[in-house]
């Protein structure tokens, strides 16, 4: 069965959110940590944490999915971005393993012109802080476009990243389509390629999540705007046969195209229909 979500808002609580997530015909989401821009994050009632609970068990989602700040830049040199990455981090780990949420998912960060290497160390300690013996969660890596200094957008620097951690079983990786295809990895003419590539060099086992999105941007173009499904330069089809294709059957799957509530549960149900899943 596909696992497919989109990204949603909880500005209205987790429980109404979740509630939303069955009204769009959805079984899984992916929501922020916090504020997406700023340090902001409200703490549910116990009530309204169990009333979420009880909606994903009832209507079987798939794994849920945090997103941590786009602002937070883990690879950063500056001390006060960096600490602030630290804080936000661990914070946030902490607070959705709490939730029971399974995976926690952010952008590695710009280097910002130190370099990859002593970025990638910066991360490092970041996750390091971050993640302790006892969580269930997993954190994951993004595949980037690698706009800018952005690192990530090479698979060599994400295993780096998770060959340097003390708890590596505790990091997975997050495919994003968009990002991925503007990187230069071509999805759309060599999709079993970049696969072989992804599993030589990570391990197809450390997919734990697939972002769905159309690229308004060209291949290897390094730039990073979504579109939605079929409306991109990577399409329909090929974005239809990322979902078909053997080796990633029952990795959750999590819409980011911009559309609001409404156009998200049409986009899932042309997705369903397609696939007929
Ligand atoms: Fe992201
Ligand atoms: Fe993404
Ligand atoms: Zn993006």
């Known amino acids: 069965m596909l696992i497919i979500g989109t990204h949603i808002s909880i500005a209205g609580g987790i429980a109404k959110t979740a509630e939303n997530v069955v009204k769009m015909e959805a079984n899984t989401m992916q929501i922020f940590s916090r ?27 798939g794994p849920i999915l945090a997103h ?11 001390p006060e971005v960096y600490e602030f990455a630290c804080e936000v981090i661990r914070e946030d780990v902490e607070r959705m393993d709490a939730l029971g949420i399974e995976n926690i998912v952010f952008h590695p960060g710009s280097h910002t012109g130190i370099g990859t290497e002593a970025g990638i160390q910066n991360i490092i300690g970041g996750l390091n802080q971050a993640i302790t013996e006892d969580q269930n969660i997993t954190v994951l890596l993004e595949t980037m476009s690698g706009k800018g200094t952005e690192i990530g957008f090479q698979f060599e620097e994400l295993k780096a990243i998770r060959d340097g951690v003390k708890y590596p079983e505790k990091v997975g990786v997050c495919l994003d389509t968009c990002h991925i295809f503007s990187a230069g990895y071509d ?21 734990k999540a697939i972002h769905l999105n159309d690229s308004m941007m060209p291949f290897a173009s390094r730039k990073d705007r979504h579109a939605t499904i079929g409306d991109g330069e990577i399409g329909l089809e090929a974005s239809l046969n990322v979902l078909k294709h053997p080796k990633l059957q029952g990795i959750p799957v999590y819409l980011e195209t911009p ?19």
């Open 259 to 277: 559309l609001d509530d409404a156009g998200h549960k049409e986009e899932i149900k042309m997705i369903r229909e397609h696939l007929k899943m």
């Open 187 to 207: 999805i759309v003419n060599h999709l079993d390629k970049v696969l072989e590539e992804f599993d030589e060099i990570l391990g197809l086992s450390l997919l």
């Open 68 to 78: 941590a700040p786009y602002t937070m830049n883990l690879a950063s040199a500056k």
């Open 35 to 61: 504020n997406p821009r700023g340090s902001n994050f409200k703490i549910p009632s116990e009530k309204e944490v169990e009333e979420f609970q009880r909606i994903r068990q009832e209507y079987h989602f």
